[in-house]
């Protein structure tokens, strides 16, 4: 509990009240991203203020069903394998399907998000149960000769 109490007294009394403007903004900002991300998406982007529906609608973004929503519940489980795994989804159903893009996503994923939704990146439908086509590395034609 002294523990908590110093880690209280470093914050608050380092900065103060500008602590609650600083998470205010990054509330807003996060407020901002999904709703350009849902609007992008064709779906409403004021679920992104409305706690359950913005999970639902984001499941529906990937392409998941909606029951999902209860694995998230599950500790270790829905937050260490399967919000990476939707997040990783989420970038596959925008086009983007590098490493640098996934490991970004998870890394950062409010200002990732915030990117995806102010980009050109366009929404390609739901990624969830798609097979992704293996990188063609050899052509599939031989070269002629003549």
């Not at 209280?8 to 903004?25: A, D, M, R, T, V």
């Not at 029951?67 to 599950?74: A, D, P, S, T």
């Not at 970038?91 to 998000?113: A, E, H, P, W």
Request: aromatic share 18%.
């Amino acid at each position: 509990m002294n523990i908590l109490h110093h880690i209280y007294q470093f914050f608050y009394g380092n900065l103060g009240q500008s602590l609650f403007y600083i998470l205010g903004f990054l509330t807003l900002f996060g407020v901002v991203a999904q709703w350009r991300l849902y609007e992008k998406a064709g779906q409403p982007g004021l679920a992104s203020i409305i706690p359950v529906w913005n999970l639902i609608v984001f499941l529906k973004i990937v392409g998941r069903p909606a029951n999902h929503l209860w694995l998230f519940l599950i500790p270790f489980y829905g937050q260490f394998y399967l919000l990476p795994k939707v997040w990783i989804e989420l970038c596959q159903s925008f086009g983007k399907r590098t490493m640098l893009d996934y490991v970004l996503v998870v890394l950062l994923n409010g200002l990732y998000i915030f990117n995806l939704g102010l980009s050109e990146a366009e929404y390609e439908g739901p990624a969830y149960g798609k097979v992704q086509p293996a990188p063609n590395t050899r052509p599939n034609h031989r070269p002629s000769l003549a």
